[in-house]
């Protein structure tokens, strides 16, 4: 129910980002539209770049929308990364180091970061980078035909010193950093699940520790391999390793398969529980059961109640 409840949660916050920025692209087409229609500006390309993000944007929108599983929709990732492509066209259309929307690589690192992984945002940043060095490479090379969105600019302005261009690309390194930093922070703020997370499983075994039930770790020969405090107080044991069918009245010929088919049927089945000093007590048990590749890794969960009647 939890992890439902997450997904759901980043699902949401999608398409928020989805529609915002459908928005938020139609505003900026609106307003190129008007500069070319008003100025001597030439925003045609620009007007196509942005027109295309917003249709790639809305189909993205209509996955997630259309997504039925639990599980984050994988189709946002890819539209961020055809987002940064295109934003490299957008920024070379608008006057790359004058240009505004070089802002829009950060926002597509840091969000991508977030949602998904920060490899995916380490695979952001080297777009970014491959892609702003391509056009103004292009450009500088007069492969690429100068374009700005300044009325007043010249084509000299692209030909700086190593060091203004290491620094951008500092800059693209910091900012990767910095979303890496920022994308765990946004995990517990979103209720991101993360396979092998360090904080949920922390989490996940403090509240193990915390059951008022007990809970009992078996393998498959039924070894005690762990128990949290409830189980101990209620539920004492000589040492870990030892048999449950040394406490728990178990079938005597065939105790794996007793327990086998009450993690099968989630059958709650009421025993009785002998302690060391030879008092007998009644307890309500359920099993589950952690499967492996190998049945012999398997393992089962005890959970125990102790009855006061």
């Known amino acids: 129910m939890v992890g439902n409840l997450q997904q759901t949660h980043i699902k949401e916050r999608l398409k928020i980002i989805h529609l915002f920025s459908i928005f938020s692209l139609i505003g900026f087409f609106l307003l190129f539209f008007l500069l070319n229609k008003n100025t001597n500006l030439d925003t045609i390309t620009t007007q196509y770049i942005i027109i295309l993000m917003a249709i790639l944007t809305a189909l993205s929108y209509l996955t997630i929308s259309f997504h039925s599983t639990d599980k984050i929709p994988t189709g946002p990732a890819f539209l961020f990364i055809a987002l940064n492509i295109l934003n490299s066209c957008l920024v070379w259309s608008t006057g790359i180091f004058n240009s505004p929307f070089i802002i829009l690589y950060a926002i597509l690192i840091i969000t991508g970061s977030q949602i998904y992984h920060y490899k995916f945002g380490l695979l952001q940043t080297v777009l970014a980078l491959i892609g702003f060095v391509f056009v103004y490479g292009a450009t500088s090379a007069r492969i690429l035909p100068y374009s700005s969105i300044l009325l007043y600019s010249d084509i000299s302005i692209l030909y700086q010193p190593p060091l203004i261009i290491l620094t951008y690309g500092l800059f693209y390194s910091i900012l990767f950093v910095f979303a890496v930093f920022a994308s765990s922070s946004a995990r517990v703020v979103l209720f991101q699940a993360q396979e092998k997370s360090a904080i949920n499983t922390t989490y996940q075994e403090k509240i193990i520790q915390e059951l008022p039930s007990g809970v009992m770790i078996l393998d498959w020969e039924l070894n005690i391999l762990s128990a949290n405090p409830a189980a101990n107080y209620n539920f004492p044991i000589e040492n870990l390793g030892a048999k449950i069918t040394k406490y728990l009245s178990l079938n005597k010929t065939?105790?794996?398969?007793?327990?086998?088919?009450?993690?099968?049927?989630?059958?709650?089945?009421?025993?009785?529980?002998?302690?060391?000093?030879?008092?007998?007590?009644?307890?309500?048990?359920?099993?589950?059961?952690?499967?492996?590749?190998?049945?012999?890794?398997s393992n089962f969960i005890l959970f125990l109640d102790r009855l006061t009647h």
Do not use: H
């Open 254 to 297: 065939k105790p794996q398969q007793q327990i086998l088919n009450m993690s099968n049927t989630c059958e709650e089945k009421q025993l009785m529980w002998t302690k060391d000093d030879g008092e007998v007590i009644p307890v309500k048990i359920s099993v589950r059961i952690i499967k492996s590749k190998k049945k012999i890794d």
